[in-house]
């Protein structure tokens, strides 16, 4: 027996011993970042909603994509990662074949299209020279209506063409240029085919039936745009009464009478006609990607069913940068992503707004409003209550500041107000003259800071100390308020598809008539921000009919 124990001993001390020299690992968890920052996140939801709802209480940068099931009828599944831990797997490409990128609401994006036209119906037709004539005609529109530089160097074209069809997609890499939202994105596309739609409506097309192919286009084409940018004043400068600047720009009145003309005498866009199989006219791009938060196929995804993948295109002349620590593959896949944009001092974002209408109603939305409608876009920003407290910031000491615009990019959870009427510059320490200044929230880590457009402050890239947002504007306190609302037993709130409704359930042991707010959360979703103010409202509209 003692021989045993001893035996039993020895072969404990040997193991202390070795693992000692070989310590034990921690517990595992899969990460592709640096030992300093947070481990990478890879989860997946069903809905879309609660996917977006994860990502606005995460302060890691991630992402939302949508994956398409190889069982079933096509239903997708959403998946939160970062850029580079879907990289790591999607690079593979044994799993994560059919894989879209969803192009967040509101959010700052790039200017993409979506090109197809079935082979068999239109025989005549050149695909090549069809892409090639359209980046020719957006870069110069870019060019004439926002002082834009663009050409075909600048434009990631991808390719899935199949012998039935031909389909491309163009992503626009633009310098220091980003849209404001894809549906601006899609206005923009919209007014600049104008002539198109007018061929398809009139039926003239009779030099496509004559040569069968596409009718070549020359300078004249583009005889719309042929006055300098600096005559037609297509910038917020010359917009604004009160030499406001930002780093956004749009269409003046003058440039959209000049839009107006091109879309009545117009180039010659009779190549972007083309016929579905059942002979009927349509235009060669797919106007049905500028929706909100749209599924926008990966780079070297193919669609469920279908062996053709995004390839980059034998046409394609957008050159890469080389990097040492990031291969051209990932590159291009990174460019590909059509809300990869970030927030920097010399970003300008363009704008085009859907109707003349909305334009001629503009204002300055400030504390005496009582409408959310005037911020730039006619509507308050993803976050109203943040917009109220920026609106707090700029209004006192008897000047009344208002917003000029927002802007909101995704990657960083970072909105960013441009301000009007109110110059006051932490750099110098007053006001400055001519130069308005930006209000910018991190949402990710709840803090806001001032940056300005004067030239001098921009060339110290200078940044004021970050503040905290108020408590009662910042997830967590909506959180706690709703560990409340879970507790409580009187009402009850079902989140469907991200919409609340409210259900009043009776409470006996409550005054005659009276139902005080209470509630409860069924379902998945979480709380949101829209979910709170939807609640707020509730009660509001309660305590007045009681």
């Given at each position: 027996m003692k021989r045993r124990w001893e035996a039993k001993l020895k072969q404990i001390e040997e193991r202390a011993s070795r693992y000692e020299r070989k310590p034990l690992s921690s517990v595992?968890?899969?990460?592709?970042?640096?030992?300093?920052?947070?481990?990478?996140?890879?989860?997946?939801?069903?809905?879309?909603?609660?996917?977006?709802?994860?990502v606005k209480s995460c302060k890691e940068?991630?992402?939302?994509?949508?994956?398409?099931?190889?069982?079933?009828?096509?239903?997708?599944?959403?998946?939160?990662?970062?850029?580079?831990?879907?990289?790591?797997?999607?690079?593979?490409?044994?799993?994560?074949?059919?894989?879209?990128?969803?192009?967040?609401?509101?959010?700052?994006?790039?200017?993409?299209?979506?090109?197809?036209?079935?082979?068999?119906?239109?025989?005549?037709?050149?695909?090549?020279?069809?892409?090639?004539?359209?980046?020719?005609?957006?870069?110069?529109?870019?060019?004439?209506?926002?002082?834009?530089?663009?050409?075909?160097?600048?434009?990631?074209n991808l390719d899935s063409s199949t012998d039935e069809k031909f389909s491309r997609h163009l992503i626009f890499q633009l310098h220091d240029v980003a849209f404001k939202d894809n549906i601006h994105v899609g206005n923009f596309v919209r007014k600049i085919l104008q002539p198109a739609f007018h061929l398809i409506a009139s039926g003239d097309d009779e030099d496509d039936e004559d040569d069968g192919g596409i009718p070549g286009t020359t300078s004249q084409a583009f005889s719309h745009f042929s006055e300098p940018p600096i005559k037609r004043g297509i910038s917020f400068r010359e917009m604004s009464t009160d030499e406001e600047?930002?780093?956004?720009?749009?269409?003046t009145s003058k440039a959209r009478e000049r839009l107006g003309s091109a879309?009545?005498?117009?180039?010659?866009?009779?190549?972007?006609?083309?016929?579905?199989?059942?002979?009927?006219?349509?235009?060669?791009?797919?106007?049905?990607?500028?929706?909100?938060?749209?599924?926008?196929?990966?780079?070297?995804?193919?669609?469920?069913g279908k062996p053709v993948v995004l390839e980059v295109a034998e046409d394609n002349r957008f050159s890469l940068t080389r990097?040492?620590?990031?291969?051209?593959?990932?590159?291009?896949?990174?460019?590909?992503?059509?809300?990869?944009?970030?927030?920097?001092?010399?970003?300008?974002?363009?704008?085009?707004?859907?109707?003349?209408?909305?334009?001629?109603?503009?204002?300055?939305?400030?504390?005496?409003?009582?409408?959310?409608?005037?911020?730039?876009?006619?509507?308050?920003?993803?976050?109203?209550?943040?917009?109220?407290?920026?609106?707090?910031?700029?209004?006192?000491?008897?000047?009344?500041?208002?917003?000029?615009?927002?802007?909101?990019?995704?990657?960083?959870?970072?909105?960013?107000?441009?301000?009007?009427?109110?110059?006051?510059?932490?750099?110098?320490?007053?006001?400055?003259?001519?130069?308005?200044?930006?209000?910018?929230?991190d949402l990710k880590n709840e803090v806001w800071y001032q940056k300005c457009h004067d030239p001098i402050c921009k060339a110290e890239n200078f940044k004021s100390d970050r503040f905290p947002l108020p408590a009662e504007i910042c997830l967590p306190f909506l959180l706690k308020e709703t560990r409340w609302l879970l507790n409580s037993r009187h009402y009850c709130s079902v989140l469907e598809a991200g919409k609340s409704q409210i259900k009043v359930l009776p409470d006996e042991s409550q005054l005659p008539g009276q139902r005080k707010a209470a509630g409860c959360i069924v379902g998945t979703a979480g709380i949101s921000r829209v979910f709170w103010r939807q609640w707020q409202q509730y009660l509001n509209e309660s305590s007045l009919s009681r």
């Open positions: 595992y968890r899969p990460r592709l970042s640096k030992p300093e920052e947070p481990p990478s996140i890879w989860k997946l939801f069903p809905r879309q909603t609660q996917a977006f709802n994860f940068d991630v992402h939302v994509f949508a994956l398409e099931c190889e069982v079933g009828d096509g239903q997708r599944i959403y998946l939160v990662t970062s850029y580079v831990q879907l990289w790591f797997h999607y690079k593979s490409r044994k799993h994560l074949l059919h894989c879209y990128e969803v192009i967040p609401e509101n959010a700052v994006c790039k200017l993409y299209f979506d090109l197809e036209f079935n082979k068999l119906a239109n025989p005549g037709a050149d695909g090549k020279k069809m892409v090639a004539l359209l980046i020719e005609h957006v870069c110069k529109a870019l060019q004439e209506l926002y002082r834009a530089n663009c050409s075909a160097e600048d434009v990631l600047i930002g780093e956004s720009w749009t269409l879309e009545r005498s117009g180039p010659d866009l009779s190549f972007l006609v083309v016929k579905d199989p059942a002979g009927k006219k349509r235009l060669f791009v797919d106007l049905g990607v500028y929706t909100r938060n749209r599924n926008f196929r990966l780079y070297k995804s193919s669609k469920k990097s040492e620590s990031t291969s051209e593959e990932e590159q291009c896949f990174l460019s590909s992503l059509v809300s990869n944009v970030r927030f920097s001092d010399t970003l300008r974002v363009l704008r085009c707004d859907a109707s003349e209408d909305k334009q001629k109603q503009a204002g300055h939305f400030n504390s005496t409003s009582t409408s959310v409608e005037n911020i730039e876009g006619f509507q308050a920003s993803p976050y109203p209550e943040i917009d109220q407290f920026v609106l707090s910031l700029v209004n006192k000491n008897g000047i009344k500041g208002g917003i000029r615009r927002w802007n909101y990019f995704f990657p960083e959870e970072l909105l960013v107000y441009d301000i009007c009427k109110y110059r006051w510059c932490g750099n110098i320490g007053r006001a400055h003259k001519s130069n308005n200044i930006m209000i910018l929230v």
